[in-house]
């Protein structure tokens, strides 16, 4: 079946009686949960995933507040979710047990394990107060090698959060 078909049969079924529209609706947004969010219309309980089961994977959109939201009806529930965002305050993106998270111009980078931040702080942390074997004895990385492993750690701490 062609699309111009299939589009045709879904707008022809829901025109049938008994079938619950699907509104749309723009709101702004006042509070924002971990699952949910309110607008200024005192709408409550309006889902950040259509989806809300507890799922090992999926990406979970966060709006700013203040900002539009478009939002609509799932099926033929009571179920709220937003469909689009005018402004984004974070994105989390979960893959079973590894996340990747953007918020404030940084990003966070984990699994079950380790945290990327942690481990780039301390590889530079170590490197700064490292010291040498050579042939003549225990060494350290001149002072300027120091100041850029610094400079870099810093530049992380930017970077990741």
Known sequence: MEFEELFEKAVKGANKKGVRRFPIMMQTVTEVSE?????A???????LNAIDADLDSKITIYPKIGSKIIYGRLNDTDDLFVLKYSEIDR????????????????????NAETNL??????????????????PSGAGKFI???????????QQIDKLLF
Request: hydrophobic content about 35%; glycine content about 4%.
């Open 41 to 47: 219309d005192g709408i409550d309980d309006i889902r």
């Open 91 to 110: 994105i989390v993106i979960k893959m079973d047990k590894q996340i990747f998270e953007m918020k404030d111009g940084k990003f966070r980078i984990l």
């Open 35 to 39: 699952t949910t969010c309110t607008t």
């Open 117 to 134: 931040k942690t481990v780039l702080n301390d590889l530079f942390s170590t490197l700064e107060n490292a010291i040498i074997q050579t």
């Open 143 to 153: 002072d300027l090698n120091k100041q850029k492993y610094k400079s870099l750690n």
